[in-house]
């Protein structure tokens, strides 16, 4: 008998029970959909992007990524815009008693 965080064990803890089949099953599925990384799919594309960030084209970095980062950019700015304003207003106006 061993002393272990002071109680006596006559055995070793039992290992905990495996999965039920249907987790078990929803786990085969996961794997056999993930997609595989096959060596002639993957293409490093770091060079282009390097090429694409560092021409001359007048956009600062955070708009060169194209049509998304613009709508993002835009999207952002009306946001941040709108509740300044409506921090504004909040912030003029006179505190409950």
Not at 25 to 35: D, E, I, K, N
Not at 63 to 78: C, E, I, N, Q
Not at 81 to 96: D, E, F, V
Request: with cysteine.
């Amino acid at each position: 008998m061993s002393r272990r965080g002071g109680r006596e064990w006559s055995e070793p803890p039992p290992h905990p029970p495996p999965p039920p089949p249907h987790k078990a099953a929803r786990l085969g599925l996961l794997r056999s959909l993930a997609p595989a990384a096959s060596p002639r799919h993957l293409h490093n594309r770091v060079r282009e992007h390097q090429k694409l960030f560092q021409e001359d084209n007048g956009l600062p970095v955070h708009l060169k990524g194209g049509a998304m980062d613009s709508a993002l950019y835009h999207f952002t700015t009306l946001i941040c815009t709108c509740y300044s304003l409506w921090s504004l207003a909040q912030a003029s106006r006179p505190k409950k008693n």
